[in-house]
């Protein structure tokens, strides 16, 4: 089994910090990307920041500049800070991982249970 559990949620004024993390454990070969979604109130998901495991960040216009994705290879962990926050980033974020269980099996994408983000103005 594959596990990624979210941490780092919680209510902020708007202007403030968050940082979230995530860590996949469990049967684990190796793992391409991770990343952050996020779905408010009444929205479909939407993509956050990816993050392969070598190469650049990718990050949604309306987080760029303000929201820094990383991860730490050893850990099987990816990070989130998330600065100057807007009431419109008000969410509950995902955290997910494309990755190989074995040597021999394809990629599949992993979901973590969710985190909410709650900025108030």
């Known amino acids: 089994q594959v596990r990624l559990v979210e941490s780092g949620g919680g209510l902020v004024q708007a202007g403030g910090s968050l940082r979230l993390s995530c860590l996949a454990s469990?049967?684990?070969?190796?793992?391409?990307?991770m990343g952050w979604y996020r779905r408010a109130p009444g929205r479909q998901r939407e993509l956050v920041a990816t993050?392969?495991?070598?190469?650049?960040?990718n990050y949604a216009d309306s987080v760029s500049g303000r929201f820094a994705i990383s991860r730490d290879n050893a850990k099987n962990t990816v990070y989130l800070q998330m600065n100057s926050l807007k009431p419109e980033d008000t969410a509950v974020y995902f955290c997910?991982?494309?990755?190989?269980?074995?040597?021999?099996?394809?990629?599949?994408?992993?979901w973590g249970q969710g985190t909410q983000v709650t900025v108030s103005s």
């Open positions: 993050i392969p495991s070598g190469g650049n960040a």
């Open positions: 469990g049967s684990i070969f190796s793992i391409n990307s």
């Open positions: 997910n991982a494309l990755l190989k269980r074995n040597a021999w099996t394809d990629l599949s994408a992993y």
